[in-house]
């Protein structure tokens, strides 16, 4: 079993940065995919980006291109959104994702999740 933390949500306003942050508690994802997906308020949790193990592979949601970089850190087992140019459709609780799947763009199931970060982007 992987438990995820996310850390680095919050507010901010349009045009903003935020970044976000995840590492698992009490073990290492060494090998595994790993993700950020968001939910915002009545709408269906949807895929953010996501990154491949040895750093090689990235794939990001067209709406966040150019805009959100996804990396990671192995030496310290986190995965990092960076997100700037905020923009209000942004909001939503952002979830970090991970498995030994190979999609880096998670369009398979999911086998862990974290509890989740709120963005909240203000125009």
């Known amino acids: 079993q992987v438990q995820l933390v996310e850390s680095g949500g919050g507010l901010v306003q349009a045009g903003g940065s935020l970044r976000l942050s995840c590492a698992p508690s009490g073990r290492t994802v060494s090998g595994y995919r790993m993700g950020w997906f968001r939910q915002a308020p009545g709408k269906e949790r949807e895929f953010v980006a996501g990154?491949?193990?040895?750093?090689?592979?990235?794939c990001y949601a067209d709406s966040v291109k150019g805009r959100f970089t996804i990396s990671r850190d192995n030496a310290k087992n986190t995965v990092y959104l960076q997100m700037n140019s905020l923009k209000p459709e942004d909001t939503a609780v952002y979830y970090c994702?991970?498995?030994?799947?190979?999609?880096?763009?998670?369009?398979?199931?999911?086998?862990?999740w974290g509890q989740g970060t709120q963005v909240t982007v203000s125009s």
């Open positions: 994702a991970a498995d030994r799947r190979w999609d880096m763009c998670f369009s398979d199931k999911v086998d862990y």
């Open positions: 990154i491949s193990w040895n750093v090689g592979s990235t």
